[in-house]
Nanobody
Framework: QVQLVESGGGSVQAGGSLRLSCAAS????????MGWFRQAPGKEREGVAT????????YADSVKGRFTISRDNAAKNTLYLQMNSLNPDDTAMYYC?????????????????WGQGTQVTVSS
């Protein structure tokens, strides 16, 4: 049974940094995309960043240059999101997700496994 567990969220002031981690248990296949998504109150879930098995990444325009996604396949598919220069618009619940099939990485509907989320709050 696949389980994704996020950690690293918290409260920071604008301009600060956080590093999110996602520990994947029961998910040993490194061939598929993993990604970070977020959802703010009253808003739809949106993609933040994705990474495929070859390390190719995509980012939402709003986080380009500030966030970095990485993946440690040797460490049982541990996923990270380094977030720098945070601003209040980044406040949301952040979710880790993983696919179980080949194909493109973009699109929340393509992901089969989801974590419970970790809250990120950025104050001005």
């Amino acid at each position: 049974q696949v389980q994704l567990v996020e950690s690293g969220g918290g409260s920071v002031q604008a301009g600060g940094s956080l590093r999110l981690s996602c520990a994947a248990s029961g998910y040993t296949d490194s061939r598929y995309c993993m990604g970070w998504f977020r959802q703010a109150p009253g808003k739809e879930r949106e993609g933040v960043a994705t990474i495929d098995s070859d390390g190719r990444t995509t980012y939402a325009d709003s986080v380009k240059g500030r966030f970095t996604i990485s993946r440690d396949n040797a460490a049982k598919n541990t996923l990270y999101l380094q977030m720098n220069s945070l601003n209040p618009d980044d406040t949301a619940m952040y979710y880790c997700a993983a696919k179980s099939r080949r194909g493109r990485c973009l699109g929340a509907s393509l992901y089969d496994y989801w974590g419970q989320g970790t809250q990120v709050t950025v104050s001005s």
